[in-house]
């Protein structure tokens, strides 16, 4: 089941990104030590890139090239609670199925 979101000015389906890179941070932040660091390129419904990609903290065990979910904001560092990781972006979620990417009818 696929759930929309809707705002004022669009539907969104459930934010995705696709996982292209990995970051290495030789200083950060102590709450950050032994989380792996990712670089995720946010796509649309239909798997094309959206906007510019993003790093983000992975509390979901993500490779290179999985399709992932991903939150922002405040939330995003609920994943990590009681700890307070200082994140604006995390990964959240594997997808293991394309069947919520749209196909062009």
Avoid: Y
Avoid at 2 to 14: A, Q
Avoid at 48 to 60: H, I
């Amino acid at each position: 089941m696929t759930r929309t979101i809707t705002s004022t000015r669009k539907s969104l389906f459930m934010q995705l990104a696709r996982v292209i890179g990995t970051i290495v941070a030789t200083v950060k932040n102590e709450s950050l030590t032994g989380k792996k660091l990712l670089l995720i390129q946010p796509i649309t419904a239909q798997a094309t890139p959206l906007g510019k990609p993003l790093v983000g903290v992975d509390a979901a065990g993500a490779g290179i090239g999985e399709l992932v979910f991903w939150c922002r904001g405040r939330e995003s560092s609920f994943p990590f609670l009681p700890t307070e990781v200082p994140t604006d972006c995390t990964i959240v979620g594997i997808i293991d199925s394309r069947d919520h990417i749209q196909t062009k009818r």
